[in-house]
């Protein structure tokens, strides 16, 4: 079923909503019993500007916390009552792969996006993504999405992230001082927010390609203001050694 967004209703006395709508506590234990689905809170989100706000106050915020714990501790941690960008962004950025479109952040590339069951994101991982200078920062990174036989792109991986207080990371900083200029039309696809090419900013170091597996001239990724992540690179062939420990 598709619902049409609806941001005129306020719940005022001529709104449906109001005659016999369930309450929030009513709500919150019917999406805890759901395991807090995000199709379902994305659904619900739809219907009126009243449900839309407490799926961003409340239901998209305990999907974060159930589907990873300890990335949400972690990023709580400074003290920040609330995650950059928003829950709804962040819900969305643990699920989503974005893609890109022809003549978007990445050029000629077109791959659409779509929902993933599951990804691992790994700070361990996102030290990977950082200039020396920088390793101090706290980055979250996601395995590489996999598209495979792209034609003349070959073999595609789309990765995605998000860093703890970005507002007071040396990777701002830098960005800052460089005189970074922001992309003059696309926008974060989590949270709509301006970015930052990286690559422009020369700030890629040569160890993100190897977490990756990738080539080293054919990554490529973006930061919005938000600390969001999402990035694009061209993977590696297996190996015949490889391969074989795969089947193993």
Known sequence: MI???????VHSASCHC?????SEDVIFLVFHHLNWNPKLIAALSCVCKWFDDLAKRVLWKEFCLTRAPKMMLDLHSSRSHSVDGSWRALGKLLIYCSGCKKGGLFNNVQVPGHFVHR????????????LPQCT???LYVSDPCEHLDQGEERDLGFFRGIFKSFATSNVRRMLINKGAQLHPT???PYCKAKLWSMLLANMIPKSASCRLGSYEECVEYYVCLNGHMLGICTLLPLSDSEEASEKE
């Open 18 to 22: 109001t005659k016999g709508h369930l």
């Open 136 to 138: 101090n920062d706290i």
């Open 186 to 188: 696309e926008v974060c």
């Open 3 to 9: 619902l049409t967004k609806q941001y005129r209703c």
């Open 119 to 130: 990804t691992r994101f790994s700070k361990t991982s996102g030290k990977s993504f950082l």
